[in-house]
């Protein structure tokens, strides 16, 4: 039997976490289990709301479809939580690996990506209105700080300054186009939008060049009521500024006409929230990660108690509420939800309780994996070779979105995104990087290396440098630009 424990300096500090591998170990060798198919991983998951189980079964599927073996997945940071039996947890994820347990499941075995996880996230920023109503606060304030890290003058400043520099020698040689454009990604309440104009006035007032007057400013979120925020915080900027709803992985349709004409692409928090898939490489073969949501029994007779339905309704409700939203479903089911107050407790409930299973599949080719529709799985192969047994985030959302970003700079044009990135590919041996929950929402970090890769084969250096204006902060600033 092997044993992985991925090393988070946090096991250092933890007593519990340590003292869970005694019973784990009894619990294996009492369980009659055949040790010989079973590997152990040992995540510390630092995120309280998660889709994981204590301990979970992940079965491995051979090429003809059998199970090849187990995975036993054990998070030792509840381990270590008081009145935590990790003996008995152990023992409920040997004995549901033939029948995965009783479960009320929500969907059938899919990649990350095409989760049910991700329908609930853009129902989150779709539904966002409804949402803050039932919590009574802001979707910001569920963030760790209560806001988010990108928030800051002093950098908001400093891009600023950059970009006087640059455009003071182009336009010193007459190069400077008439109308100067600079793109934010996933605006939030708009807070970010407000400070950047406000210094980029009282900064042009300073420099004298009146390029403010010159300055096109566009805005665009996937939620239209984070959107309609946005616009009434940068509405004294008047017609210097322009909103559009966008959906951030198809950029080219929505804002095609801004190709080669962007100085800045300014992005905050948006790739960790945008659907992704894992790949694992298992004693040398390369799988896909595949997920299956499910509630489980007792949860699901909770739920059903509270709304008055029957068991056998909260999957089909909850796959209705996905495809209409919380208000429709309210009005056309008046006798099980009175209104759309109801039908969000009902999507809160849910979302509380979801879970997933998971199981490794294999991937015979790399190039038969898309990992966008215009690129393949071949991309990842250098990662993959170089690290071993490993598993690591493809972030399909935020390489599409990456990759409709980089037209619509201008030669001189940049990227900067702040973000949750794994900057190199071994530090995901050492840590677990999502999925977790926040609030109504999905986050993952972003495997940066892979974004670099990507970019370094369409001619642009991507950094990655610690953002500077918190300390402590996880969140990493990514530059892209066209390579020297």
Not at 346 to 369: K, M, N
Request: charged share 25%; proline share 4%.
């Amino acid at each position: 039997m092997e044993i992985d424990v991925r090393a988070d300096a946090r096991l250092r500090e933890s007593p519990g976490a340590q003292a869970a591998f005694g019973p784990m170990i009894t619990a294996l060798a009492g369980s009659g289990a055949d040790l010989a198919r079973i590997r152990v991983v040992c995540d510390w998951i630092q995120y309280k709301n998660n889709f994981r189980d204590t301990a979970m079964m992940r079965p491995v599927i051979s090429a003809d479809g059998a199970v090849d073996g187990y995975e036993l997945a054990v998070d030792l940071r509840r381990c270590a939580q008081p009145g935590t039996d990790v003996a008995r947890e152990v023992t409920e994820a040997l004995a549901a690996a033939g029948e995965a347990g009783d479960r009320v499941w929500l969907e059938p075995w899919v990649p990350g990506s095409a989760s049910c996880a991700w329908r609930f996230n853009a129902l989150y920023w779709q539904a966002l209105a409804a949402w803050e109503k039932a919590t009574g606060k802001e979707y910001e304030q569920s963030l760790p700080g209560g806001e988010s890290d990108a928030r800051n003058a002093d950098a908001a400043r400093d891009l600023i300054l950059d970009l006087f520099k640059l455009w003071d020698e182009l336009a010193n040689r007459r190069a400077l186009p008439e109308e100067l454009y600079v793109l934010e990604l996933g605006v939030g309440n708009g807070g970010q939008a407000r400070i950047w104009l406000d210094e980029f006035v009282e900064l042009d007032r300073r420099h004298g060049r009146d390029y403010y007057r010159r300055l096109h400013y566009l805005i665009g979120d996937f939620s239209a009521h984070v959107l309609d925020r946005a616009r009434q915080a940068v509405a004294h900027h008047g017609d210097h500024v322009s909103g559009l709803v966008l959906e951030a992985t198809r950029l080219s349709g929505s804002i095609g006409f801004l190709a080669g004409k962007a100085f800045l692409v300014y992005i905050s928090n948006v790739y960790d929230n945008l659907p992704s898939d894992e790949v694992s490489v298992i004693r040398g073969r390369v799988c896909l990660v595949q997920v299956r949501s499910f509630v489980t029994s007792e949860a699901a007779d909770a739920i059903a108690r509270q709304f008055g339905l029957a068991r056998a309704e909260v999957a089909p409700l909850t796959e209705r509420l996905l495809r209409i939203g919380p208000e429709l479903l309210s009005e056309s089911l008046p006798d099980k939800f009175g209104d759309t107050g109801q039908a969000v407790q009902f999507w809160q409930a849910v979302w509380a309780a979801l879970r997933q299973a998971e199981r490794y599949v294999p991937l015979e080719g790399l190039d038969t994996y898309q990992v966008t529709p215009a690129l393949t799985g071949e991309i990842l192969r250098p990662l993959l070779t170089a690290e071993g047994d490993v598993r690591m985030h493809v972030s399909n959302g935020a390489l599409s979105s990456f990759a409709g970003t980089l037209p619509l700079l201008h030669p001189y044009g940049r990227v900067v995104c702040h973000d949750l990135f794994v900057t190199g590919a071994g530090q995901y041996r050492t840590g677990f990087y999502g999925p977790g929950k926040y609030d109504g929402s999905v986050v993952n970090w972003v495997n940066g290396p892979l974004l670099q890769l990507f970019a370094s084969r369409r001619g642009f250096d991507v950094r990655f440098t610690q953002f500077k204006r918190r300390a402590g902060s996880n969140i990493k600033t990514m530059t892209a630009q066209v390579r020297d």
